[in-house]
Structure formats: structure tokens, C-alpha cells
């Protein structure tokens, strides 16, 4: 403590006395402070400890030099990623500070203050918080960044912030349906799309879409034709996005035919190719599932389902229950590795709607009986309806 004392009223160093606390404090005083000491920077960043360690730093968020509120955000986000620090900083007021610096001219300030964002949304105070601060306005001006890091953050946090219902209505609100969108067709100067930033896109509309405002919005803005699109021209990340968004928008019969007449059902037996990783044949499948499960269409034409079998839908199935009956006689089978037989069995019911499929199908049964005793609760549900459809008969 004696030498930091020293240092800190710029006194050389030197040894300290053995002698007790009187002759040590007399080594202290009895001396004059040199005369070129050299006071702390502006910008350096000190921080303070306990409570005051939030406070102190929101305050340097704000703080007019910009080198500070670089390292004072920089920080910020360091601790973020411990959850327990989340609930201290709302209290002292991290949500206004970033409303702020989220209109700063920037770059660096602007990609910290949304990553910033994209943490506390993980906690329902922080959403919450963000709602109540009216964040929406920034985060909509923030996707449209001319920094693609930042666009990417900034749909990485919307998304999360979506997972709230008032949270998705504040969003739609305020016309992020239409930015998202536009997001995956083009950067927001109107040039090519960055693929990171595509796949933020994708993902903040799936979560989005699950509001009936938002899925009727996406609509209408092309979601469907854009996702299709994405399905054909961009990689494997980007794929699985564009599918699994594509199972939340064609819920409908309408939605189902617009996809349609887009080529989907080309794209997603691609999907569940052999050469393909998990992933991506689990989306594909989930997408799949979406498209012919449903009744017919209004004018009685069961197209999607007819359309899946024709594209080869059914001979791309089949060799996908081989992972979940290895699993199954493993007994392995749960809820974390059941994702892709849940799929591949709700899509082969569906298809066995159509005479054709029925009749192809008509070789798993044996192996769908096998994954009618799984102990998991889905496989078994759906493995049994599967047989129920496919053994039917007129």
C-alpha cells in the first residue's frame, strides 16, 4: 500500500520502512510532491467497484470523448457475458446509454453498443427494459447500418428481443417486417447482400413471424419468394435459415401454393440428400412437413403433396430413418437428437394422403413399428400415426 501511495502523489519509489506505521507515515509527508506529475488521461477508463462499477461505466458511455466511450462499452460488453451483471447495469441505466451511442457517428461505438443490445435481450428484464426505453426506433435504424458487423448484431439482438409477444408487436409496430425482408434481398445501399447478414435476416423473421401480424406482413413483402429463393443460392447456414423460415410461412394453403409455383419442392428433396449434414437435412424436412401437412387446396387439388412425391420426396425419406432407428435400438433416442425422425415421420403421414405415396410408403412400416415403441413421446406419436395413414385403405 506504501508504494502505491507513492506512486500515486508521483513520489519515486522507495523501500519501506520496517519500523512501524508512525515512521512510515513520516516517510510520506516529510517529502514534497514532484513537480512534473502527470495526472490520469481523459480517456482513460477507471473503474470503480461494486454498484459503482455500473454507474461509473453507463456514465462513461455517455462521456464526450470518444476514446472513452470506446473503452467504456468495450467493458461493458466484456461483463455481459456473465448473466449475473445484467440486472445491476439496467438499474443504472444501461438501456437509455445505448439508445444513445446507437446514434453515434462511430462504426466502433455503434458495433459494441448492439452487441450490448443482443446480450440483455437474452434476460427478460433486459427485454423488458428495452421495451420500456423505446429501443425499437434505434434498433430499426441500426439494421440499416452501413457497417455490415453492425446490421448483423443488430438482427441477432432482434430476434431474441422477439421472443416476447410484446417484444414481436413492438417490432412489427415500428416496420421492421419490411427492413428484415429487404435485408435478405440487398444491403442497405441497395448493393449485394452480405450473407451474414442474410442469415441474421432469416433468422429475426422466423421469430417474428410467429406474431399473426408479422406472418401476414412477410407476406405480403415477398418473405415466401425471397426464402425459396435463398433456399438455391447461399450456403449450408443459409439454407437451414430459409428453410426453417419457410416452415413458419406456409402454414396456410395459400401460403403453400405461393411456394409453390416458387420451385420449393425441388429445394428441399435437394435438402435431404445423402451429402447433406444433419442440419441441414432437419430443416429440409421441417419444411417438408410444413408444405403437405394440411388439407387441400380451395379448389380441391392436393398439389403439395402430389408435388412432393413426383419430386422424389419419399425416396429421399427413407434412408433418413436409419439415424432414428439406430438410435432407437441404441436406445439413445431423446428429445436432443429426435428433431429429424419427429420430421421425417409427420411428412411421410402427409404424403401417404396421396395414392402414390401410400403405396411407396408401404416398405417403412416395419420400421416405423419400430419406432412406434420408442419411449420418446413424439417419435412413438408420429411413428404411429405414420402407420395409421400409410395402412389405411379406402
Known amino acids: 500500500m506504501h508504494a502505491v501511495i507513492r506512486k500515486r502523489q508521483g513520489l519515486p519509489w522507495e523501500k519501506e520502512e520496517p519500523k512501524g506505521m508512525l515512521k512510515n507515515l513520516t516517510h510520506l509527508t516529510n517529502v514534497e510532491s514532484l513537480p512534473n506529475f502527470v495526472p490520469f488521461p481523459e480517456e482513460t477508463l477507471r473503474i470503480a467497484h461494486g454498484v459503482l462499477a455500473y454507474t461509473r461505466l453507463v456514465a462513461d458511455i455517455g462521456s464526450p470523448l470518444l476514446a472513452l466511450r470506446q473503452k467504456a462499452l468495450a467493458k461493458t460488453v466484456e461483463m455481459l457475458e456473465a448473466p449475473r451483471h445484467i440486472a445491476s447495469f439496467l438499474s443504472a441505466g444501461l438501456v437509455k446509454a445505448l439508445n444513445v451511442s446507437g446514434l453515434d457517428d462511430n462504426a466502433e461505438v455503434r458495433h459494441s453498443t448492439t452487441l450490448a443490445f443482443g446480450r440483455i435481450a437474452h434476460e427478460e428484464k433486459g427485454r423488458q427494459e428495452m421495451l420500456a426505453q423505446d429501443s425499437p426506433p434505434v434498433l430499426l435504424k441500426l439494421a440499416d447500418d452501413p457497417e455490415v458487423a453492425v446490421r448483423s448484431n443488430c438482427l441477432d439482438a432482434v430476434a431474441v428481443l422477439s421472443r416476447s409477444r410484446d417484444g414481436m408487436r413492438a417490432l412489427i409496430s415500428h416496420g421492421f417486417i419490411k427492413v428484415i425482408v429487404g435485408r435478405c434481398k440487398m444491403a442497405s445501399d441497395g448493393g449485394a447482400p452480405n450473407p451474414v447478414v442474410q442469415n441474421a435476416a432469416l433468422h429475426a423473421l422466423r421469430q417474428i413471424c410467429q406474431e399473426e401480424a408479422g406472418y401476414k406482413e412477410a407476406i405480403e413483402c415477398g418473405a415466401i419468394e425471397t426464402a425459396v429463393y435463398m433456399l438455391s443460392n447461399g450456403d449450408d447456414e443459409m439454407r437451414i435459415q430459409a428453410a426453417y423460415c419457410l416452415a413458419v410461412l406456409t402454414k396456410g394453403q395459400l401460403e403453400k401454393s405461393v411456394a409453390l409455383k416458387e420451385g420449393i419442392m425441388t429445394q428441399l428433396v435437394m435438402m435431404l440428400h445423402h451429402d447433406m449434414t444433419t442440419e441441414v437435412q432437419t430443416a429440409g424436412a421441417a419444411a417438408l412437413m410444413s408444405m403437405t401437412n394440411g388439407t387441400r387446396f380451395p379448389d380441391g387439388d392436393n ?60 416398405q417403412v412400416i416395419k420400421d416405423l413399428e419400430v419406432l412406434a415403441a420408442s419411449e420418446d413421446a413424439l417419435v412413438k406419436k408420429h411413428a404411429l400415426i405414420a402407420i395409421e395413414r400409410i395402412t389405411w385403405k379406402p
Not at 439415424?323 to 411421410?348: I, W
Request: hydrophobic share 45%; with cysteine; glycine share 6%.
Open 303 to 362: 398439389a403439395c403433396k402430389a408435388t412432393a412425391v413426383s419430386a422424389g420426396a419419399i425416396d429421399a425419406l427413407i434412408p433418413l430413418l436409419q439415424g432414428g432407428l439406430q438410435l432407437e435400438r441404441a436406445k439413445e433416442m431423446n428429445h436432443t437428437n429426435s428433431a429429424l425422425t419427429v420430421y421425417v415421420t409427420k411428412a411421410m403421414a402427409s404424403m401417404a394422403d396421396a395414392p402414390k405415396g401410400r403405396k411407396q410408403l408401404q
